[in-house]
């Protein structure tokens, strides 16, 4: 959205930055949202919590509501769900990828240690390969050493 004086709209930089644009505004029918300014059809927060407040408050119909603010039925319950759990602060849009090192677990980094301490003159970017061979895992040799780096900080500190 482009404001009048010709710059982008600072609202909208933020909602994208916080993870909280909705992608499709075009998509919010409800007459709360095209009635006035104080609702934004921008903020998906915004649009999910009215969407549960409509249902549990107001007592409209799921399907109605969902519909009405752009969402499935099965939306609605995980954005009813993630309120419950977490207050609106569970309708914030999780980080996009992976939630940290998923593919070299306790168990390779030890085996990885138990190398290491075996051969003093292997470095933790030789055990790519060996690690691919008998764990089936590919991993980039500088992640092995992050890794090895925090499983070692991990269990000196538990010592």
């Keep these: 959205m482009v404001r009048r004086h010709g710059g982008p709209d600072p609202k909208e930089a933020a909602l994208a930055e916080a993870r909280c644009l909705n992608p499709h505004p075009e998509q919010v029918t409800d007459a709360e949202f095209l009635a006035g300014d104080f609702f934004d059809a921008r903020d998906a927060v915004?649009?999910?919590?009215?969407?549960?407040?409509?249902?549990?408050?107001?007592?409209?119909?799921?399907?109605?509501?969902?519909?009405?603010?752009?969402?499935?039925?099965?939306?609605?319950?995980?954005?009813?769900?993630?309120?419950?759990?977490?207050?609106?602060?569970?309708?914030?849009?999780?980080?996009?990828?992976?939630?940290?090192?998923?593919?070299?677990?306790?168990?390779?980094?030890?085996?990885?240690?138990?190398?290491l301490a075996a051969d003093p003159a292997l470095r933790p970017a030789q055990l790519a390969g060996p690690i691919e061979q008998a764990f089936g895992v590919r991993a980039h040799p500088r992640s092995i050493e992050r890794a090895l780096a925090r499983h070692r900080e991990r269990h000196s500190k538990s010592r």
Excluded: N
């Design 46 to 115: 915004q649009v999910k919590y009215e969407m549960v407040r409509k249902v549990k408050a107001a007592g409209a119909p799921v399907t109605e509501a969902a519909a009405a603010f752009g969402y499935s039925r099965p939306a609605y319950y995980a954005a009813a769900a993630a309120l419950e759990a977490s207050g609106l602060e569970g309708l914030v849009p999780a980080r996009p990828g992976p939630r940290g090192a998923h593919k070299l677990t306790d168990e390779i980094c030890a085996w990885a240690g138990q190398q």
